[in-house]
Structure formats: structure tokens, C-alpha cells
């Protein structure tokens, strides 16, 4: 296993496991979220600029997989969808701010707030309050790098003070896209782990993969904390 998967599955094992506590009111929770499968080399991430300079040996994900949530848009809050760009804004917002994300921002506070990265979100109000825009960098561990009326993506796996090539990178996605022929609003979690140094083909073994899932819908239900009546 390489080296990036080995820092990866132990980044994901850690939050998982803190995330998924109480296992059988978590199942029922999140009951509503569901993975669905997406060809990787078809994704725009693959052919993004972003992708191609930070993973320039062009290796195969460790880890790719994407989340969904359809929410009925009567039960959004109205006005975050008369601005465009707003739902997606908050929809971030809960990732970040909400009870889902707390245990891990709580650790990666004690371990890495200091003065240079107190320029980056820490505080619970602070992450409930920003826009999000690009170069916005969260916990020293993600960083805003594109963000479109429908999504905002962060960059993942180290410190945003790494700014170069690094062994262990990612990509996390959060978007939110009103279908109105479906009177829903769909809510997606996509994240992509990858080796941007060296070659490798290593995968994380099936049970980070599995907790990483957990995580990830402990994530979607928080969030959707932001957007409901």
C-alpha cells in the first residue's frame, strides 16, 4: 500500500470512528442518504486543471466515491433558493459548522490552530458565517479552490501551507442543485483521494472504505441542519 493510502485510510479511520457513534440511531439517521456509482475518468474532476497539476503522474484514485440526498423543496428554507449560489453556500456552511464535523474540528484545533494558521476558519461561528470563497482555508486541513452557483470544492488531505505536489491529496465536493421537475433539491457529498507523488495504484482497504461512508453521511444529515424550515 502506498504511502498517501496509508496517511489517507488513517485520516478517514480516525473521523469515522469518532463520527459514528451510536450505531443504530446513525442507520436510522441517516437512512436517506444513499452512494451512487460515478465513472471516475468521466468525472470533470479527472479533466480539471486542479487534478492534473496536483496529481501529475496521473494516478488512479485510493478512494472515489459520491453521496446523495433529495429533499423536497418545500421543506427548504425559502430564501436560499431565490439567490443563486446561496443553497450551495450553506449547504457548505453545515458541513463545516455542524455537529457532524465538531469532534474532528475540536482535534484538529487543539493539534495545528497556532499563529500561522490562525488567519484560517476555527471557531464554530466563523464557519457557519463565510462565503466560502475561493482561496478560503478551513481547519488547516481543507482549502476552497473553485466554487460554481451549484458547488464549492475544497482541496484536501494536508495543510493548505502545502501548497506543491503532496503524497496524500484529495478532493471534496459539496453541491446542491434544485431539479424542479422533481420539486427536490439534490445535496451531494464527492470525494477523491489520491498519491499526487510517485506512482501508485494502492486503494484503501474495504473497511476505511466503509467508514469513510459513514462519515460521509453523518456529514450530509448535519449539513442538511443549515438548509431545512
Known amino acids: 500500500m502506498s504511502r498517501a493510502v496509508k496517511l489517507a485510510s488513517k485520516f478517514v479511520l480516525y473521523t469515522s470512528a469518532a463520527g459514528a457513534v451510536g450505531f443504530g440511531g446513525f442507520l436510522f ?3 436517506k442518504s ?13 479533466s ?11 494516478n ?52 495545528y490552530r497556532r499563529q500561522e494558521t490562525e488567519n484560517q476558519l476555527w471557531d464554530t461561528r466563523a464557519l457557519a458565517e463565510s462565503t466560502y470563497d475561493v482561496g478560503t482555508q478551513i481547519t488547516d486541513h481543507f482549502e476552497v479552490f473553485e466554487r460554481t452557483p451549484t458547488s464549492i470544492s475544497v482541496r484536501c488531505g494536508d ?3 502545502n501548497s506543491g505536489v503532496r503524497a496524500s491529496d484529495g478532493v471534496f465536493e459539496m453541491s446542491a442543485v434544485v431539479k424542479e421537475g422533481e ?47
Not at 460515478?38 to 468525472?43: H, L
Not at 480539471?48 to 496521473?58: D, E, Q, R, Y
Not at 425559502?78 to 456552511?93: D, N, Q, S
Open 159 to 161: 495543510s493548505p501551507l
Open 29 to 31: 439517521v441517516t437512512r
Open 60 to 111: 488512479a484514485p485510493a478512494l472515489h466515491d459520491l453521496c446523495v440526498r433529495k429533499v423536497p423543496l418545500s421543506q427548504i428554507k425559502p430564501e436560499l433558493l431565490k439567490e443563486e449560489g446561496k443553497l450551495a453556500e450553506a449547504f457548505c456552511a453545515g458541513v463545516w459548522s455542524g455537529f457532524g464535523y465538531n469532534i474532528q474540528r475540536r482535534y484538529l484545533e487543539r493539534k
Open 34 to 46: 444513499r452512494f451512487v456509482p460515478f465513472e471516475f475518468t468521466s468525472d470533470p474532476i479527472f
Open 183 to 229: 420539486g427536490v433539491a439534490e445535496f451531494g457529498l464527492k470525494s477523491v483521494f489520491f498519491s499526487g507523488e510517485g506512482k501508485s495504484e494502492g486503494t484503501m482497504p474495504a473497511h476505511i472504505q466503509y467508514a469513510h461512508r459513514l462519515y460521509t453521511k453523518l456529514w450530509m444529515e448535519s449539513a442538511l441542519r443549515r438548509v431545512l424550515k
Open 48 to 58: 480539471s486543471g486542479h487534478f492534473k497539476k496536483f496529481n501529475p503522474n496521473g
